[in-house]
């Protein structure tokens, strides 16, 4: 059986779609090969005109490394690394100089909202602080492209509304995000909602409104 099929998505620079579609409908698959965390069996991936399926896993991970910003629904946090510490590691890996590494981490967490909270471990931290040490990991090393698989599904609604925030202000100021969320309401924060069905896409569609995310103010219902 194949996890998915027949699927053409094209997404634009500048975009914040969301993924919608029940369990097992090929969402995460989807994203782990929009990350280059997998490649496809057939058929073929263009991120910026590169043909990145038929990339080997070094390449792969330097385009990670590079352009891409991962964002997972538990976290992924190391428990014994302080907030400062979890959005340095990725650059670690990417061979960025000790100064860089703080200096970019620290504007992350400001980002974020999180500077008070640099020396928290993730155990000291709310779920949603947490979550935005995570944002702030992702963003450390200013990719054009963050991956999210259901960010605000462990979240209570206060959090969900934090995190959305975020993700508008990051979209305005460029990125392209791609989320993957079970909630209707929260897909309303988004450009464009695309459904997923046992693996093929049945509905892509633009959000005429899109929701704007205050924290200060409304909640999600
Ligand atoms: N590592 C794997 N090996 C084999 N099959 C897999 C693997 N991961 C997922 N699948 C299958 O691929 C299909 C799509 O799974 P996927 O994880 O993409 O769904 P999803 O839409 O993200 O679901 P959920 O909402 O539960 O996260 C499912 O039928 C699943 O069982
Ligand atoms: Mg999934």
Redesign the pocket.
């Known amino acids: 059986?194949l996890?998915?099929e027949g699927i053409c998505l094209r997404v634009e620079e500048g975009e914040f779609v969301s993924?919608m579609?029940?369990?097992?409908?090929?969402?995460?698959?989807?994203?782990?090969i929009l990350g280059c965390l997998d490649k496809p069996t057939s058929g073929r991936y263009l991120l910026d005109n590169i043909d990145v399926s038929k990339m080997n896993d070094n390449q792969l991970s330097e385009i990670r490394n590079k352009k891409i910003g991962f964002v997972f629904q538990s976290f992924n946090l190391l428990p014994k690394l302080t907030s400062i510490e979890n959005v340095e590691l990725p650059m670690i890996y990417g061979g960025v100089s000790a100064s860089e590494r703080r200096k970019r981490a620290i504007e992350a967490l400001d980002i974020v909202g999180l500077t008070h909270r640099m020396t928290h471990k993730p155990n000291e931290l709310s779920g949603g602080q947490r979550q935005r040490v995570a944002i702030a990991r992702a963003i450390a090393g200013n990719p054009s492209i963050i991956l999210a698989?259901?960010p605000t599904g462990n979240l209570d609604s206060k959090s969900t509304i934090e995190i959305i925030e975020i993700f508008q202000k990051l979209n305005a100021d460029g990125a392209t995000i791609v989320m993957?969320t079970?909630e209707p309401d929260v897909a309303m924060y988004t450009k464009r909602i695309v459904t997923?069905k046992d693996?093929h896409l049945i509905s892509d569609k633009p959000v005429e409104n899109p929701m704007i995310a205050n924290s200060l103010g409304g909640v999600v219902s």
């Open positions: 059986m996890a998915l993924i579609g029940s369990s097992g409908s090929g969402k995460s698959t989807m994203m782990n698989d259901e993957v079970h997923f693996g």
